[in-house]
C-alpha cells in the first residue's frame, strides 16, 4: 500500500500564486510511473490538470502556461507551480499516483490523495 497525501491548499486572491506538494510513501519497495493533479469543482467532473511521468509533463489547455508541475530527485513527491490564478481555478485538487509493486500481487496500482482545497477569491 502507498499513501498519498497533499498539502498547500488555500485562500488566494486572484492573479496570486500557490503551491501544492503530493507525497508518496509507503512500506514496501514501489516504482512510481506517474503523478498527476486532478482537480473537482462543485458540480463538476473531475479533470486533469497536470501529469508528469519519466519527466515529461502534460497540461490541461485551462493551465498551459500558468502551472508547472515537477517532482523531486526521489521521484517520489510531485509539486504543481500555480501562477495567475483565476476565480475558476477554484477547487479541490488531488493527487493521483500510478505505482508498480510486487506485492500482494505484481503489477499496477493506483492511488488518490484526500485533497487539498484551493480557493481564489478577492
Known amino acids: 500500500q502507498v499513501q498519498v497525501e497533499e498539502s498547500g491548499g488555500g485562500l488566494v486572491q486572484p492573479g496570486g500564486p500557490l503551491r501544492l506538494s503530493c507525497a508518496a510513501s509507503?512500506?514496501?519497495?514501489?516504482?512510481?510511473?506517474?503523478m498527476g493533479w486532478y482537480r473537482q469543482a462543485p458540480g463538476k467532473q473531475r479533470e486533469l490538470v497536470a501529469i508528469?511521468?519519466?519527466?515529461?509533463?502534460k497540461y490541461s489547455e485551462s493551465v498551459q502556461g500558468r502551472f508547472t508541475i515537477s517532482e523531486d530527485n526521489a521521484k517520489t513527491t510531485a509539486y504543481l507551480q500555480m501562477a495567475s490564478l483565476k476565480l475558476d481555478d477554484t477547487a479541490l485538487y488531488y493527487c493521483?499516483?500510478?505505482?508498480?509493486?510486487?506485492?500482494?500481487?505484481?503489477?499496477?496500482?493506483?492511488?488518490w490523495g484526500q485533497g487539498t482545497q484551493v480557493t481564489v477569491s478577492s
Open positions: 493521483n499516483v500510478t505505482t508498480s509493486e510486487a506485492s500482494p500481487v505484481l503489477g499496477l496500482y493506483n492511488y
Open positions: 509507503g512500506s514496501k519497495h514501489f516504482s512510481i510511473l506517474d
Open positions: 508528469i511521468s519519466g519527466g515529461h509533463t
